[in-house]
């Protein structure tokens, strides 16, 4: 929150600062004034096409790329995207908000191996990023990079074309951390979203309307630390060419908690999720969609001990493998 405005001088000094020789009343006013910082942070700063960096950032004056804009804000501030351009890849050091209002394309272009975005903030900082466009065109490498922070919130996004992951959130902390996707598309990647914890610290995430289209892998939990806990709800997961979802859970301590509820896989080869080690899994209003393509390898698939799935009757799956079964009432 920017600081308090209005807190100036009051009536009855100002009387007593008029009776002040000039000098010396221009020599406080000159005090004050210098200990403002000439490039104090704002809490909330702009870019614009037209912008340019040298600008304070300001709605009158934007900068040019998010970088600058980052570099500007004040931590725990809004950047916010005037109109539909470009912006640059952008490193996130502190808690902030990048965000493009409706009807604004706010797009960032990749160089070859490169990260669209990428934070390492500190261990209380949420980061927030809200209707953004990312393009790895192919060659770039990775849509958002998150490895420290409290909180990592990915709304209304569309992450397409990278040659790693769309989103990949690999912390160390000691303390968990959490992570939305929210009403976000994730398409033509190696990793559509992936989860890798190798820390003591787990990962609680939440997603939510996602539309996860022709990647290679969807979803991926890799625990080599804390575990893993997913609740994934409303969305669409297919056309993959290898696994909707996959989860290892380590070989020791609690393991993933996978929840699904209501998504629909279809066309993912050879299986729609894959518990390799683990894992438990929950479905309930879950499709398995085998009408328009050739799949007919298990729906569910646990190849080692130690995973297991719990289904309510709301579900529709071919098959679950190897898979240990039980039941749990509708949520």
């Not at 037209?50 to 804000?73: E, I, L, M, R, W």
């Not at 939305?180 to 989860?195: A, Q």
Request: glycine content about 14%; some cysteine; aromatic content about 6%.
């Amino acid at each position: 929150m920017p600081p308090r405005e209005g807190g100036g001088i009051q009536l009855g000094a100002l009387s007593m600062l008029t009776r002040l020789p000039l000098a010396l009343l221009g020599a406080i006013l000159g005090c004050g004034l210098s200990a403002i910082p000439a490039d104090a942070q704002r809490a909330r700063v702009f870019v614009a096409s037209y912008g340019n960096d040298s600008n304070p950032c300001t709605f009158g004056s934007p900068c040019k790329t998010f970088q600058a804009a980052h570099d500007a804000v004040a931590a725990g501030g809004e950047i916010t995207a005037i109109d539909s351009a470009g912006f640059g890849p952008v490193n996130i050091n502190k808690a902030v908000t990048i965000t493009s209002p409706p009807g604004i394309e706010a797009s960032i272009a990749v160089p070859p191996g490169g990260t669209a975005i990428a934070v390492a903030a500190g261990a209380n900082d949420i980061i927030t990023l809200r209707g953004l466009t990312l393009n790895g065109a192919g060659s770039g490498g990775t849509g958002v990079f998150f490895t420290t922070g409290a909180k990592l919130a990915v709304i209304d996004c569309v992450i397409t074309n990278f040659t790693q992951d769309g989103i990949l959130v690999h912390p160390s902390a000691a303390t968990d951390t959490l992570v939305l996707v929210s009403n976000t598309i994730v398409t033509e990647t190696p990793g559509g979203i992936v989860l890798s914890t190798f820390g003591p610290g787990g990962v609680q995430a939440t997603f939510g309307g996602l539309t996860l289209d022709n990647n290679t892998d969807s979803i991926e939990l890799i625990t080599q630390g804390g575990p893993i806990n997913l609740m994934v709800a409303n969305s669409q997961i297919g056309h993959n060419t290898q696994i909707g979802i996959y989860s290892s859970g380590g070989s020791a301590g609690p393991g993933n908690h996978l929840y699904l509820k209501n998504v629909t896989f279809s066309g993912n080869m050879p299986h729609e999720i894959y518990l390799d080690t683990n894992t438990l899994l929950w479905l309930s209003q879950v499709t398995q969609q085998v009408s328009d393509n050739s799949n007919t390898g298990a729906g569910v698939f646990c190849p080692n001990p130690g995973s297991g799935v719990f289904t309510d009757l709301t579900n529709h799956i071919n098959s679950f493998g190897q898979c240990t079964k039980g039941t749990n009432p509708p949520n």
